[in-house]
């Protein structure tokens, strides 16, 4: 059973020996948004894709202000829990409990730093490069954990990398968050050997110390006594849903805006969630609001409002199993039947009408094929070092990344630490320039 006293911990990760008195009012936790809300990766968020192309004339969400969502709706979904769990148990107010929204909303933040150019195509079309594609000499020269993360490849696992290892042993610089923050964002706390076919895992073979180091510090329990499988921190939870609450209804309310889904199609799907005198009290409030892209906006954040408290009533009902390890699915799933049936709903209207879409399929074809591309002649250039080609690739990459290290596995490692540190518009003018389809201004 873990306990939530040892669960959230102010100490900062890779700064454990040093410690520093603070005279101003902001708690460790709060100090971990504001350094991801300052830090350029989190940044370079808002010019890389979230589903639909980024915004011509209709703005549409980018990774940027997906994150900032989410980490509000995390917010709530922490208090909420927090009050509710201080109220049953009282003993705990001596602890960090009632910062858990501050760490959620953190957390929330930091979720998808890891995660390439161009969406999910960005992932796949990593992962198969190794599996399927030019990557597959690497093979016989890595170890089978190394080729594992390769082929899984994982933007869950990206960001605890990015927020652990490049800055890890250094007393200056990085993010150094909070050791509750860094475990609140892995979904999937194994390593990508124990993934089997699901592409879904939380560290790389390079991360499993770290992400080690953090369970043990906060007493994360290890599951059917296998070394590199661990329960999920409690709070991981909490960003899993206020992820799934705003992908789901800001990706059916973006589809409003580009006409993919009719003002009938749109209310229907975001009414359903209520009961009967609900909708009727929210056809009600439409007379007040005319436009009717703001009476999306108002059913929108209805819905959320109703999403939060069910989470919120699902996670202060299963604290126990949450804690033993033993709670099942995601807190979504464990909704009333009502909401959750409007919530199948949508996701299936997604995959339907949004997913499939010829403007999300142009931009998954694109994307897979810039880095395809860049990941092959990066690839190349690590593997074969000494060509004069390869050389003026190497010469390009920031030295931040260990692109010259004399080990294959961490040259390897760092090709994708700058592709996936790209931003749609970089990785498309570099896949432009080395092509000669672009060049630079004189």
Known sequence: ????????????????????????????????????????????????????????????????????????????????????????????????????????????????????????????????????????????????????????????????????????????????????????????????????????????????????????????????????????????????????????????????????LTNEETKSLLLAYFKDERQAQIQKNFAIVSDTNEQIAYLRSSVIGLLIKECTAVFVEHEAEILSGTFEGTLIKRIAERPAQAYRRCAAVSLEKIYRSKEVLDVELAGFRVISTLLELMIDAVTSPEKAYSQLLINRVSEQYHIKSPELSVRIQAVLDYISGMTDIFALDLYRKINGNSLPAV
């Open 1 to 260: 059973m873990m306990n939530w006293k040892t669960l959230l911990s102010a100490k900062r990760f890779g700064m454990e020996e040093f410690h520093e008195e603070r005279q101003e009012n902001r708690s460790e936790f709060q100090r971990d948004y504001d350094r991801l809300i300052f830090s350029a990766p989190f940044r370079r968020l808002q010019s890389k894709t979230q589903v639909f192309p980024l915004p011509g004339s209709i703005f549409v969400h980018n990774r940027l202000t997906h994150s900032l969502e989410v980490s509000c709706v995390g917010r709530s979904l922490g208090n909420d829990v927090s009050k509710a769990i201080l109220a049953k148990q009282p003993e705990l107010h001596d602890s960090f409990l009632s910062e858990i929204g501050a760490i959620v909303s953190a957390a929330c933040l930091a979720h998808d730093l890891g995660n390439p150019p161009f969406g999910h195509s960005g992932e796949k079309a990593i992962a198969t490069f190794f599996s399927e594609g030019k990557g597959l000499f690497l093979k016989e020269l890595l170890s089978p954990m190394e080729w594992a993360d390769l082929t899984h490849f994982e933007g869950n696992a990206n960001a605890f990398r990015l927020l652990t290892h490049q800055f890890e042993g250094r007393r200056q610089g990085g993010f150094a968050l909070t050791y509750s923050t860094l475990a609140s964002i892995v979904k999937y706390p194994f390593s990508s050997s124990l993934a089997g076919k699901k592409p879904k895992f939380g560290f790389f073979v390079s991360e499993e110390e770290s992400f080690h180091r953090v369970a043990t510090e906060l007493g994360i329990i290890q599951l059917n006594e296998h070394p590199a499988r661990y329960a999920r921190h409690p709070l991981v939870y909490l960003v899993e849903a206020a992820d799934d609450i705003c992908y789901q209804l800001m990706d059916i309310e973006d589809a409003h805006k580009l006409k993919i």
